[in-house]
Each structure stands twice: as structure tokens, then as C-alpha cells.
């Protein structure tokens, strides 16, 4: 038995550990109110930020004040009662919380009259929390909560001295930049949220049906290696002529750093060369500063991490889901806070990680009797769990939490960990061989690559996974039909004589050529059952040019390359008798854009003859972090 320094079990459950905090998590809590519906007064009130722009907030009072607040800051309208958002707001002030709810810059009743997607977030955020202190109901104590964007909003908020406890959900920092860009949702997104000229009249939920043939059309990448810079922003910044383009980057970067909001937005409108900043273009920004930075970089921008990380002035209770489409940037998040923020903050922040999707269920494999795998998140449901936490960060008493709750997928029970990564995990490697087989013994006879093409006119379809979508469905699909298409191989062990138990990193070490200048390599992770199901677990994709993201290059035609592919992580207990299995392709569309493979040639989609290698000297092979001690050999 592998024991912590805490002297728990690394394998502990939740429900020995704190029994509580597994029943909040599991079954939808209201604690007792305090005060009866009636009683709770909604006032609406502009606030102005520092340049005069007044954002639409709603103020619910509970009887009795000052009291606490709790503060929620959204695009999607500040009564918004999907996932229970409006109803957690009554049930907080029913239980004597005051409660602001704000319609960002740009969305809803709020000033102005378009949206610039993220880029007065870090402004605004902290002049939220500001008004906040000079009311006479703030009783000294400022939380908040949300998902997503409302998530991603929490940081900037938590950098003014004042607030006190947060609760992002699905959203993260960066520090884990991604090679290729997420289309599907964001595409369709970009219509329908939020004020401006081009949006329509069509509810977020069935943005993606009713737009679904046009992003079916598109999603094509055929970037040059280093696009151009705007005329308008080398007149701006006239430095860039005699730069090389990577150091022009990183020169852009460190001013665009040091701005104040309003002249990054102006600075993305010359970069971009548009009206204002939507979704789909705020992406786009990447191709200005280089992949390396990750979009949700671009919402606290930075050049020193340890200057970031030490400005959060409230602990977070960080949420995500082992299906989020960007649960990557969280971990990496959890890990840099961990190293770099303020010491008191560091040792009080806190983690759950659920089986979940971006703001849905994730993991369906036994929700017959599992009902927290299905369960729609819901911010009512969870209104005992916040208020658990916020109660914990007043009283000084977070060290009773542990400190990473996890699901362990395939056990389907809550697990704890003194950290993440569980330090009590080895790392071990699965390699691909002949016949399509995948062994923990290295290759030690030569063999033939396998072979397959990618056409970008018919391109590897997605199938469940990390995808934000309402159209659909994410997470755990059956995805063994997917898997036998002629554009994918697939590499599957022995049965397993005992449980293996998969908690942590996963890194794909591929040895493959192309055809192609550019193209790209999808890597799936399955656990199959012994009735043939193949059910996701992870699926990652590389962009070939990015395979160093600090310096871009494109691919030698037939040259092999040994690719290290970040495919995130994972928990999941795969049983006896059940087998691994990876998969390799070139395309997850729509999730991700696809690739035109002409490394930004000028012409049409063009196919791309690809090989994976797996002898002695190519040993491509899947390094696992398992829990315990574990199985030696498949």
C-alpha cells in the first residue's frame, strides 16, 4: 500500500476521507435559508468602470446587512437560468449572501453597443470588485463562482486585495499552449453572443444545428508559416520591418503585455484588421505573438508567470472535468499556482476534477448507477459545496479539504491526492508494434511502418471527446466504429490480467513521416471492453510546424520525426480483462480545424500519405502514469 506524507492511502476515497464533501458533490444540496423568497429585494444598477463605461448589475439584498457577497460576472445575460445560474443566485441571498450579478462590457443591457470578446476582462473584473467594497451592504467578505467565461472572469477579479475566495470552473490561465485551433463551437459562438452588427436571433443552444452547414464547408488551415503583419500595425510599430519574425513576435508580446485594455483592443483591431474583436478572431491573435502562448493567455497577459501567479490575492477552488475542452491549461494552471503564487495561497488552493464536459455530463458509462456521471452541472445543485468552501476560506479552515478530489473513471468513485500530479504514480510505456498490437516490451525486431492517408476533403470525423457543443454529445463515445476507417490505425494490448489504475499524465512519443509539409496527428487513448466497446478517454492533436511551438518549421517531405504529443491526462481504472488502445489519424473535425497540408502553399486541399514507425530504432510508444503498484507486463 502506497501511503503520503499525510498518511492517507494514495488510493483513498473521498468517502472515507470526508464523507461530506462526497455527498455534495454527488446529490443536489440546499442548505436550510435563512430568509423566504419574498424577502429578497433585486435592485439593477450602472456601474461605471474607470472609462466611464456603466455595466448592467443586479444587486440581490437579503434582510439582513452588511453581509457577505458573492459576485458573478457573465456574457450570456446576468439572469441566465441555464445550468440553474439564476436560481443559485436567489438560493445564495436566501441564505444571506448578497449576490451581484453583472452583464460584461458589451453583452446584455451593458454598455457598449459590441462586444470586444475577453479584452476588458482584467479591467473591468477588478473595478467590479472595487464598487463592491464601497457599498453600504459589503459586510468583508467577496466570493464568486461560475464556469467557462464566467470562470475565466474570476482571475482578474482575484487580483484585487479584497477578494476573498473564487471558484473557477472550466477555464484556466494558460501555460499549456494547444497546436491547433478549436472550431466547432467557437464559430458558431461568435453570432450569437453578445452585442454587434453581425449577430442574429438564434438562442446559444441551437446556434450549432442552424449554422451547422457553413462550419461543415470550412474549418481549412493554410496559414503561411509566419503570416504578415497588418499594414496598419506595422505603421503602429514600425520597429517590426527590421525584426526577424520570431523575435518581432516576442518584441510584440512584452508591449502588448504592458497595455492597458483599451490599447490592447486597439492593438488587436490593427493586428486583425477589423471592427471589433470576436471569438474566432481573438484566436487569430496567435498568429501575431506565436502558438507558444496559449489563448487564455491572452486574457491576463504576461511575459514572467512568477509576476502573474503572484498577484492573485484570493485562493481558488479550481473545477474542471477529465472531458473539458481545455483541461490541460487547468492542470498546468494548478501546477504553476502551486510553484509560484504567494505561499498563502498556494497551500489554501484546492481541486476537483469531475468526470464532466464543458458544462455537461462527460463520463456515461454507468450512469445507471453512477447518477453523478450524467447529472447536468448545475450551479444550483452545487450552491452547498460553495458556500462549504467560501464558509472554509472565512474561518481559515481550507486544510480540511484535501487537496485534489478526483473521479477515478472505470472504479467510478471519488478519489483524493495530496497533489497533482499524484506523486505516488510511476510512469510506464506501452509500445506499438506489428499486426497492431501494443505490448510494455520494446520492439526488438524490425518491422514495416504503417501506413494511411488523410484527405482533408473527407477528414477523420469527431466522435464525443473534449468538444464544447450543445449539437453533440461530448465525452465517452463508442468510438470503435471511428476506428475502423481506412484513415486510422489502431494499436491494442493483451487483455489485462488485473486492474490497472491510469491517474496522470499521458504523452504519446510518435515516430511518423508525412507527405506533407504541414499536416497533423491526432492521438486517441481508449479503454475497450470485452464486448468490443471502445469508449474515449483523451484524444490530442499536434500540428506538425508547432511540433517545437517556440520555433515553427515545417516538415521535410519523407523525413522521419520523433514527435512528443502532450495528450493531457487522465483517471481511469481499466479492469481485468479489458485491453488499451490507441488510435492515430490526422483529423478530429469539426472539434479542430483541419489541415490543408500544404504547409501554406497557395491551392487546394491536397491528401497526405502518412507512416507510423514502431521497430528498435523508432519506437513509438504511449507513456501512462499508473497508480500503485500495477501490472509488469500486459
Same mark, same amino acid.
Given at each position: 500500500?502506497?501511503?503520503n506524507?499525510a498518511?492517507r492511502?494514495?488510493?483513498?476515497?473521498?468517502?472515507?476521507?470526508? #464523507?461530506?464533501?462526497?455527498?455534495?458533490?454527488n446529490?443536489?444540496?440546499l442548505?436550510?435559508p435563512q430568509?423566504?423568497?419574498?424577502a429578497?429585494?433585486?435592485?439593477?444598477?450602472?456601474?461605471a468602470?474607470r472609462?466611464? $463605461?456603466?455595466?448592467?448589475?443586479?444587486?440581490y439584498?437579503?434582510?439582513?446587512?452588511?453581509?457577505?457577497?458573492?459576485? *458573478?460576472?457573465t456574457? /450570456?445575460?446576468?439572469?441566465?437560468?441555464?445550468?440553474?445560474?439564476?436560481?443559485?443566485?436567489?438560493a445564495?441571498?436566501?441564505?444571506?449572501?448578497?449576490? *451581484? +450579478?453583472?452583464?460584461?462590457r458589451?453583452t446584455?443591457?451593458? &454598455?457598449?453597443?459590441?462586444?470586444?470578446?475577453?479584452?476588458?476582462?482584467?479591467? %473591468?473584473?477588478?473595478?467590479?470588485v472595487?464598487w463592491i467594497?464601497?457599498?453600504?451592504w459589503?459586510?468583508?467578505?467577496?466570493?464568486?463562482f461560475?464556469g467557462?467565461?464566467?470562470?475565466? /472572469?474570476?482571475?482578474?477579479?482575484?487580483m484585487?486585495?479584497a477578494?476573498?475566495?473564487?471558484?473557477?470552473?472550466?477555464?484556466?490561465?494558460g501555460?499549456?499552449?494547444?497546436t491547433v485551433?478549436s472550431y466547432m463551437?467557437? =464559430?458558431?459562438?461568435?453570432?450569437?453572443?453578445?452585442?454587434?452588427?453581425?449577430k442574429?436571433?438564434?438562442?446559444?443552444?441551437?446556434?450549432?444545428?442552424?449554422f451547422?452547414?457553413?462550419?461543415?464547408a470550412?474549418?481549412?488551415?493554410? %496559414?503561411?508559416?509566419?503570416?504578415? !503583419?497588418?499594414a496598419?500595425?506595422l505603421?503602429?510599430?514600425?520597429?517590426?520591418?527590421?525584426l526577424?519574425? @520570431?523575435?518581432?513576435?516576442?518584441?510584440?508580446?512584452?508591449?502588448?503585455?504592458?497595455?492597458?485594455?483599451?490599447?490592447?483592443?486597439? !492593438?488587436?483591431?490593427?493586428a486583425?484588421?477589423?471592427?471589433?474583436?470576436?471569438?474566432?478572431?481573438f484566436?487569430?491573435l496567435l498568429?501575431?505573438?506565436?502558438?507558444? $502562448?496559449?489563448v487564455?493567455t491572452?486574457i491576463?497577459?504576461?511575459?514572467?508567470s512568477?509576476?502573474?501567479?503572484?498577484?492573485?490575492q484570493?485562493?481558488?477552488?479550481?473545477?474542471t472535468?477529465?472531458?473539458?475542452?481545455?483541461?490541460?491549461?487547468? @492542470?498546468?494552471?494548478?501546477?504553476?499556482?502551486?510553484?509560484?503564487?504567494?505561499? &498563502?495561497?498556494?497551500?489554501?488552493?484546492?481541486?476537483i $476534477?469531475s468526470?464532466?464536459a464543458h =458544462?455537461? #455530463?462527460?463520463?456515461?458509462v454507468?450512469?445507471?448507477?453512477h447518477p453523478e456521471q450524467?447529472?447536468?452541472?448545475?450551479?444550483?445543485?452545487?450552491?452547498?459545496l460553495m458556500?462549504r468552501?467560501y464558509?472554509a476560506?472565512?474561518?481559515?479552515t481550507?486544510d480540511?479539504?484535501?487537496?485534489? $478530489?478526483?473521479?477515478?473513471?472505470?472504479? =467510478?468513485?471519488?478519489?483524493?491526492?495530496? %497533489?497533482?500530479? *499524484?506523486?505516488?504514480?510511476?510512469?510506464?510505456?506501452?509500445?506499438?508494434g506489428?499486426?497492431? +498490437?501494443?505490448?510494455?516490451?520494446?520492439p526488438?525486431?524490425p518491422?514495416?511502418?504503417?501506413?494511411y492517408?488523410?484527405?482533408? =476533403?473527407?477528414?477523420t470525423?469527431?466522435?464525443?471527446?473534449?468538444? /464544447?457543443?450543445?449539437?453533440?454529445?461530448p465525452?465517452?463515445?463508442?468510438?470503435?466504429?471511428v476506428?475502423?476507417?481506412?484513415?486510422?490505425?489502431?494499436?491494442?494490448?493483451a487483455?489485462?490480467?488485473?486492474d490497472?489504475?491510469?491517474?496522470?499524465?499521458?504523452?504519446?512519443?510518435?515516430?511518423?513521416?508525412s507527405?506533407?509539409? %504541414?499536416?497533423d496527428?491526432?492521438?486517441r487513448?481508449?479503454?475497450?471492453?470485452?464486448?468490443g466497446?471502445?469508449?474515449?478517454?483523451?484524444?490530442?492533436?499536434?500540428r506538425?510546424?508547432?511540433?517545437? /511551438?517556440t520555433k515553427?518549421e515545417?516538415?521535410?517531405?519523407g523525413?522521419?520525426?520523433?514527435?512528443?504529443?502532450?495528450?493531457?491526462a487522465?483517471?481511469?481504472?481499466?479492469?481485468?480483462?479489458?485491453?488499451?488502445?490507441?488510435?492515430?489519424?490526422?483529423?478530429d473535425?469539426?472539434?479542430?480545424?483541419?489541415n490543408?497540408?500544404?504547409?501554406?502553399?497557395?491551392?487546394?486541399?491536397?491528401?497526405?500519405?502518412?507512416a507510423?514507425?514502431?521497430?528498435?530504432?523508432? #519506437?513509438?510508444?504511449?507513456? *501512462?502514469?499508473?497508480?500503485s503498484e500495477?501490472?509488469?507486463?500486459?
Amino acid at each position: 500500500m502506497i501511503v503520503n506524507s499525510a498518511g492517507r492511502s494514495a488510493a483513498q476515497r473521498l468517502l472515507e476521507a470526508e #464523507p461530506e464533501l462526497e455527498r455534495l458533490l454527488n446529490q443536489p444540496n440546499l442548505p436550510a435559508p435563512q430568509f423566504p423568497a419574498a424577502a429578497i429585494k433585486c435592485e439593477t444598477v450602472r456601474v461605471a468602470m474607470r472609462d466611464g $463605461i456603466k455595466l448592467a448589475t443586479d444587486v440581490y439584498l437579503p434582510p439582513k446587512t452588511p453581509a457577505p457577497v458573492v459576485a *458573478v460576472r457573465t456574457p /450570456v445575460g446576468r439572469d441566465w437560468e441555464a445550468f440553474g445560474q439564476a436560481a443559485a443566485l436567489v438560493a445564495l441571498a436566501r441564505r444571506g449572501y448578497v449576490v *451581484v +450579478s453583472q452583464d460584461v462590457r458589451g453583452t446584455g443591457e451593458s &454598455e457598449p453597443d459590441c462586444w470586444d470578446f475577453f479584452m476588458f476582462e482584467q479591467e %473591468d473584473g477588478y473595478d467590479c470588485v472595487q464598487w463592491i467594497t464601497e457599498q453600504p451592504w459589503y459586510g468583508g467578505f467577496i466570493g464568486s463562482f461560475g464556469g467557462s467565461y464566467l470562470g475565466q /472572469v474570476q482571475w482578474p477579479m482575484a487580483m484585487h486585495p479584497a477578494m476573498s475566495a473564487i471558484i473557477p470552473s472550466m477555464c484556466s490561465l494558460g501555460f499549456s499552449p494547444n497546436t491547433v485551433r478549436s472550431y466547432m463551437f467557437l =464559430n458558431t459562438y461568435n453570432y450569437v453572443v453578445g452585442k454587434g452588427d453581425n449577430k442574429v436571433p438564434i438562442p446559444i443552444t441551437e446556434m450549432e444545428k442552424t449554422f451547422e452547414k457553413e462550419t461543415m464547408a470550412g474549418g481549412y488551415f493554410n %496559414d503561411p508559416l509566419h503570416k504578415s !503583419f497588418s499594414a496598419a500595425l506595422l505603421e503602429r510599430f514600425p520597429e517590426l520591418r527590421s525584426l526577424p519574425p @520570431l523575435q518581432a513576435k516576442r518584441w510584440l508580446w512584452e508591449r502588448y503585455s504592458a497595455m492597458t485594455c483599451a490599447e490592447r483592443a486597439e !492593438f488587436a483591431k490593427l493586428a486583425l484588421s477589423a471592427k471589433n474583436v470576436t471569438s474566432v478572431n481573438f484566436e487569430s491573435l496567435l498568429s501575431v505573438f506565436g502558438q507558444h $502562448i496559449s489563448v487564455a493567455t491572452l486574457i491576463c497577459p504576461h511575459v514572467h508567470s512568477p509576476d502573474l501567479c503572484q498577484s492573485f490575492q484570493a485562493p481558488p477552488l479550481i473545477r474542471t472535468g477529465w472531458y473539458d475542452w481545455h483541461v490541460n491549461s487547468t @492542470l498546468a494552471t494548478w501546477e504553476t499556482l502551486r510553484r509560484e503564487a504567494k505561499r &498563502e495561497i498556494a497551500e489554501r488552493m484546492r481541486m476537483i $476534477i469531475s468526470p464532466q464536459a464543458h =458544462n455537461m #455530463p462527460g463520463y456515461y458509462v454507468d450512469g445507471h448507477s453512477h447518477p453523478e456521471q450524467v447529472r447536468m452541472p448545475s450551479a444550483l445543485d452545487q450552491v452547498g459545496l460553495m458556500m462549504r468552501w467560501y464558509e472554509a476560506v472565512k474561518a481559515g479552515t481550507t486544510d480540511s479539504w484535501p487537496r485534489v $478530489i478526483y473521479y477515478l473513471m472505470g472504479a =467510478n468513485e471519488w478519489r483524493v491526492a495530496s %497533489d497533482w500530479p *499524484v506523486p505516488e504514480t510511476r510512469q510506464v510505456a506501452f509500445y506499438l508494434g506489428s499486426g497492431g +498490437s501494443m505490448a510494455m516490451e520494446p520492439p526488438r525486431q524490425p518491422s514495416q511502418p504503417d501506413h494511411y492517408i488523410y484527405d482533408p =476533403n473527407d477528414p477523420t470525423p469527431t466522435v464525443g471527446g473534449s468538444i /464544447v457543443s450543445f449539437h453533440y454529445r461530448p465525452g465517452s463515445a463508442d468510438v470503435s466504429e471511428v476506428q475502423g476507417r481506412a484513415d486510422v490505425l489502431t494499436y491494442t494490448s493483451a487483455p489485462l490480467k488485473q486492474d490497472l489504475d491510469v491517474v496522470g499524465p499521458l504523452r504519446m512519443i510518435l515516430y511518423a513521416s508525412s507527405s506533407a509539409q %504541414d499536416t497533423d496527428f491526432a492521438v486517441r487513448l481508449s479503454d475497450v471492453f470485452p464486448d468490443g466497446r471502445a469508449i474515449s478517454l483523451r484524444q490530442t492533436m499536434l500540428r506538425a510546424r508547432y511540433r517545437d /511551438v517556440t520555433k515553427p518549421e515545417l516538415l521535410e517531405r519523407g523525413r522521419v520525426y520523433r514527435f512528443e504529443i502532450d495528450m493531457w491526462a487522465t483517471a481511469n481504472r481499466f479492469k481485468t480483462g479489458h485491453r488499451l488502445r490507441i488510435d492515430i489519424s490526422s483529423a478530429d473535425f469539426p472539434h479542430y480545424d483541419r489541415n490543408s497540408n500544404r504547409g501554406g502553399e497557395s491551392g487546394d486541399p491536397i491528401p497526405a500519405h502518412q507512416a507510423v514507425y514502431h521497430d528498435p530504432d523508432h #519506437p513509438s510508444h504511449l507513456l *501512462v502514469s499508473i497508480l500503485s503498484e500495477g501490472p509488469r507486463s500486459a
